[in-house]
């Protein structure tokens, strides 16, 4: 581009010195000059538009190095030379492709001849082999067939017969292992077996024949195997402890398809389990655990409770442990009683060790340990028959009949000894005690009673369990008691026989109030001692009438007739006896406790006591209601019938009750010295001294000042005094 720009600038230059002396040799111009024209347009052209000039620029820079006059003179010369020497240089190089071209006609040319040749000969070849053609196309056809029939009995073979290393598989374990190709090849021959059915359904019954023939001896062979190979396994499993391989719970499920090798190895199992159970019960007696620890359980002999407790927990583990075996070996198979079968063959396990046991439970329950240690043995063995019947269900088990064997055994020693302290009790009545309170005899019986029940609360049976054999314990030891307290109480007096049977009867009640299922039976010593309270309500009220003097005007007023005359007539029923008697019954009726029979303050129980205490009041009340009664009947001929009996039965009743006593009404003045006389603002006008007042109200002093009195229905009561003793 340096170059153009110089040879631009040079020709302007040159047009410039030419125009110059144009004008100088011609005074007016000539603008249609060529030259100038042409020189103009040359530098007018804008060569950044011209890509073409841009190039040819470009191209020519190549060999126009140096920019000179000459150069630039010689320009065409040399821009023509080089286009001659580029065409010949293109001629020279086509010359050679058409040289190359020719060559490859020749070839080609000898090529399609070649081919032409080849084509005459396979034409003249196919004339010839057109029979060899048809066969082999024959043949080829054949061949398809033949393949796909291959393909097909191939299907047949994978399908009906086994492979080679199944073959081998269930061949080779005649002395070695059983693995889990042995069952899938198993399981094979299983489906081949059912799978060649549908072959007896179409007209290929005899291949169908065959094959399950062949698959049938198959399986029996690997049947056979496979027992032998679980039977040995499972004499092995004579461990305390022992696990279930997955392989032999395999072939237990295998082997549920025939019954009876199926039935032959579970009795195997059993066999060897019950071997390990019994020398581990064994060696729990007499050697303990590993270490010593636990110790055994022959060294607590002396202790009966534990002994046999440890031996039950010991065989109630081992039958759960043997359960879990089972169910180990048994949880792959699906045939129906699988459970009653594991309950056969547990109770199979158990029942070696049925035979020491028994032995050594009889030696605890023929030393007759008590009472209470038998029943709590009873109990004891009762409750891990139960706990082992869930486990084992129920299936007839030799441990379960031991079990209950030594139940039944160790509840007919209990109630035996219960049978014998009763005879003794009889044989031997023991007198009641001067406080008529409980025998001795009694209150150890109850104490037996105490512990018994006591045990049974505490037993862990079920509810309905121990509920079953209450009553009858409570037969063999109540009814003895109950027995006893009327024989030892025979000879006594009525009150004293009352009072004795109450206190006895209570203690008994006491004791059953505290357990459960007694109901029944208190209510029939409730019952009893009801009865018995009759009679010392009756006794209390016959010993107050006696002694305030009621009794014979009672029994005259209930006896009396109106052939008889007037009651007043008849001996000790004139005024003055019963004034006498309503004195003693109005100090009654002031402190009835100053009344009450010996007997009475032997009673164990405050409630009875107070309850005879208030229904003999109430009886005494009732007897003075016949008294009132007749008194104040006019056939009877009491002119002062009010003033002998100032008080009604319901005043008499509400004192005695001491209502009256603590009612608090309006205060009555009494004013008097001493000696003196008061005036009773009730009876009227009268005089009484007060030391008939004193005497009356059994007030003893050396000193009195009565500021006041209450006034209550017609009695007087002391308010307000000093002095009292």
Not at 57 to 67: H, I, P, Q, R, Y
């Amino acid at each position: 581009m340096l170059m153009m720009a110089e040879t631009k600038e040079e020709l302007s230059i040159d047009a410039s010195n030419l125009h110059t002396s144009n004008s100088s040799g011609n005074a007016s111009s000539q603008p249609n000059n060529p030259l100038s024209r042409k020189l103009n347009k040359i530098l007018g052209t804008r060569l950044d538009n011209d890509k073409e000039m841009l190039e040819a620029l470009k191209s020519l820079s190549v060999f126009f190095t140096e920019n000179s006059l000459r150069t630039r003179r010689n320009l065409r010369g040399d821009i023509e030379r080089r286009s001659l020497s580029i065409n010949e240089e293109f001629v020279r190089i086509f010359k050679e492709v058409k040289e190359e071209l020719e060559s490859v006609h020749e070839d080609v040319q000898a090529m399609s001849s070649c081919c032409e040749e080849m084509t005459n000969r396979l034409k003249a070849a196919k004339e010839q082999t057109q029979d060899l053609i048809v066969k082999t196309n024959k043949l080829q056809g054949e061949n398809q067939r033949l393949e796909v029939r291959a393909q097909v009995a191939q299907a047949f073979l994978s399908k009906f017969q086994l492979s080679a290393t199944e073959m081998a598989t269930l061949r080779s374990t005649r002395d070695g292992p059983i693995t889990e190709d042995f069952f899938r090849a198993l399981n094979r021959v299983k489906n081949i077996h059912e799978d060649v059915k549908v072959l007896l359904r179409t007209n290929q019954q005899t291949a169908g024949l065959e094959i399950m023939e062949q698959m049938a001896v198959l399986q029996e062979t690997a049947y056979e195997q496979l027992y032998r190979w679980a039977q040995n396994d499972c004499r092995g499993l004579t461990q305390e402890t022992c696990d279930i391989p997955p392989v032999l719970s395999q072939a237990m499920e295998s082997l549920q398809d025939r019954p009876v090798l199926y039935k032959y190895t579970l009795d195997e199992f059993g066999t060897a389990r019950r071997s390990a159970v019994v020398r581990g019960f064994i060696d729990a007696l007499t050697r303990g655990g590993p270490g010593g620890t636990p110790r055994p359980i022959e060294m607590h002999s002396h202790d009966p409770m534990r002994y046999v407790g440890d031996m039950l927990a010991w065989l109630h583990q081992a039958t759960a442990s043997e359960k879990e075996h089972l169910e180990a070996l048994l949880k792959q198979v699906t045939v129906q009683g699988v459970e009653e079968n594991m309950q056969e063959v547990v109770g199979h396990i158990t029942e070696g060790v049925c035979r020491p046991l028994k032995v050594r439970i009889e030696q605890v329950i023929i030393a007759e340990p008590g009472a209470v240690l038998l029943y709590k043995l009873s109990n004891l063995l009762k409750f891990y028959h139960h706990t082992i019947s869930g486990i084992m269900g129920t299936s007839v088990s030799s441990l379960l009949m031991t079990s209950d064997e030594m139940h039944m055994l160790s509840k007919k020693m209990f109630f035996n000894s219960l049978s014998l302290h009763a005879s003794r009790l009889m044989d031997k009545v023991e007198l009641p005690p001067p406080d008529l309170g409980p025998t001795a005899s009694l209150t150890q019986t109850l104490s037996l009673l105490r512990e018994v029940l006591a045990s049974h609360d505490s037993s862990v049976l079920p509810l309905d369990a121990r509920q079953a054999d209450f009553a009858q314990v409570l037969s063999c030891i109540l009814d003895p008691l109950l027995q006893l307290c009327t024989v030892s109480a025979s000879n006594l007096g009525t009150a004293d026989m009352a009072t004795y049977m109450v206190n006895s009867l209570y203690m008994m009640k006491t004791t059953l109030a505290l357990f459960e299922f007694t109901d029944k039976r208190l209510e029939m010593l409730e019952f009893q001692i009801e009865a018995h309270l009759d009679t010392l309500i009756n006794e209390q009220a016959s010993f107050v009438l006696t002694r305030t003097g009621l009794s014979h005007i009672y029994s005259c007023v209930l006896q009396h007739t109106a052939e008889q005359g007037p009651l007043a007539n008849l001996p000790g029923m004139d005024s003055t006896s019963l004034k006498i008697a309503m004195v003693q019954f109005d100090r009654y009726l002031a402190s009835p406790d100053t009344l009450v029979m010996p007997q009475l303050n032997f009673l164990l129980s405050a409630a009875i006591k107070e309850q005879i205490f208030k229904q003999s009041t109430e009886l005494v009340c009732r007897a003075y209601g016949e008294v009132y009664k007749g008194v104040t009947n006019p056939t009877n001929a009491y002119k002062d019938a009010e003033s002998v009996l100032h008080r009604t039965p319901q005043q008499a009743l509400l004192f005695a009750r001491g209502e009256e006593r603590t009612a608090h009404t309006e205060k009555k003045k009494i004013c008097f010295s001493f000696p003196c006389e008061w005036r009773s603002p009730l009876a009227g006008p009268g005089k009484q001294t007060i030391d008939h007042f004193i005497a009356t109200y059994r007030f003893t002093c050396s000193e009195i000042y009565i500021q006041s009195f209450h006034y209550i229905h017609g009695g007087f009561f002391v308010h307000h005094h000093r002095g009292l003793i």
